[in-house]
């Protein structure tokens, strides 16, 4: 498989290549591109050679999201960054994967997978529009990493009650009652947790259906909502969802 880098960091860069060589002895690593005023050139003249490239988000001179405005690409991206938000602008342009830096050699892993596996599925050469449906089945985040102390852990998403804000801080909650502050806007969550099982009820919370123990019938027709672990105050369905919540609350959404 021939691989593109664009990364403007050369420790990354080289971490990238090193762990790619690890996955597969037979990957050869074409170019390293550091700017988009290099990558724009290099891909309209050389991309048929190219199975995959990766992405960094933020570049020396710009966002790598402007090269899709740029030219057309036709082959397979995973983005690199280390930031989260630019999640949901990723996979608006198909990218095949997100991966958040410092990136580890299983979450690279993982995401060559997915690619032999959409590869294998298609069984033919792949491009972006061939991907259209595929990249229609979002994954989305098993697990969040929290800081305890010098400890970091790791928190599966099937055990996370609940997402909140307080002030500018947004914390998890597990279900056995433990909260942790994250590094994440409410924003981003949303894009990152499946829509089946966490609803955003109003600009504080997002919920997991298995944390919801009551719904009431509550003022000028919202909801409110009784959780479990209990979470001190009200937990109230805004107005205008309370239609959309309750068919996702019925599985409908």
Request: charged residues 25%; neutral net charge.
């Amino acid at each position: 498989m021939k691989v593109v880098l664009i990364e403007d960091e050369p420790l990354a860069a080289e971490k990238l290549h090193r762990y790619l060589l690890k996955c597969n002895e037979d990957i050869e690593v074409l170019a390293t591109l550091t700017s988009l005023e290099a990558a724009v050139p290099w891909i309209r003249d050389h991309q048929e050679s190219v199975d995959l490239f990766f992405m960094d988000v933020q570049l020396s001179d710009g966002l790598s999201f402007e090269l899709f405005a740029q030219i057309e690409v036709k082959k397979p991206v995973i983005f690199t960054t280390a930031f989260d938000e630019f999640a949901i602008d990723a996979f608006k342009v198909n990218s095949i994967d997100y991966l958040l830096k410092p990136v580890t050699f299983t979450d690279l892993s993982k995401a060559l997978t997915k690619l032999k596996s959409m590869r294998a599925q298609l069984a033919q050469p792949m491009n972006i529009g061939d991907l259209a449906t595929q990249l229609g089945k979002r994954t989305y985040k098993d697990r969040f990493l929290v800081r305890i102390g010098n400890h970091i852990h790791s928190v599966p998403t099937i055990d996370i009650a609940y997402f909140y804000a307080e002030g500018r801080d947004v914390y998890l909650k597990r279900s056995n009652g433990k909260k942790y502050l994250i590094e994440y806007t409410l924003e981003s969550l949303e894009g990152l947790v499946d829509p089946k099982l966490f609803y955003r009820t109003n600009r504080s919370f997002i919920i997991g259906i298995h944390a919801i123990d009551d719904v009431i019938v509550y003022s000028n027709r919202r909801l409110k909502l009784n959780l479990v672990p209990k979470m001190d105050g009200e937990v109230v369905v805004s107005r205008e969802k309370v239609s959309q919540f309750k068919q996702w609350f019925e599985g409908m959404g």
